[in-house]
């Protein structure tokens, strides 16, 4: 099984930026699209970023589009979350995932592997 590790959250004012990564183990990482999620206190996971396999197509959220940029790096098996000004509202633990295809994350298919610990992004007003 795939263990994902993200990092690079924190705290940060609103209009900053922060930079997440997602590192999977394996030799698997480049066979799957790969999205990033988020989860709000007292809300439900939700998709924000996807990319495809060799990351030559992305798909956003509209509540992202223009701000966040997603790529990806196959040779390190990592995975990127640029996120460029920054609101209250994107305060939530964000997870990185994989799926057969960049579609499937739209879907309702389910997310390939088990989830990481996540990391925390805080944006204060």
């Known amino acids: 099984q795939v263990q994902l590790v993200e990092s690079g959250g924190g705290l940060v004012q609103a209009g900053g930026s922060l930079r997440l990564s997602c590192a999977a183990s394996g030799r698997t990482f480049s066979s799957y699209a790969m999205g990033w999620f988020r989860q709000a206190p007292g809300k439900e996971r939700e998709f924000v970023a996807g990319?495809?396999?060799?990351?030559?197509?992305?798909y956003y959220a509209d509540s992202v589009k223009g701000r966040f940029t997603i790529s990806r790096d196959n040779a390190k098996n990592t995975v990127y979350l640029q996120m460029n000004s920054l609101k209250p509202e994107d305060t939530a633990v964000y997870y990185c995932?994989?799926?057969?295809?960049?579609?499937?994350?739209?879907?309702?298919?389910?997310?390939?592997?088990?989830w990481g610990q996540g990391t925390q992004v805080t944006v204060s007003s």
């Open positions: 990319i495809s396999r060799a990351g030559g197509s992305t």
């Open positions: 995932n994989a799926n057969n295809l960049l579609p499937d994350f739209t879907s309702g298919r389910r997310p390939r592997w088990n």
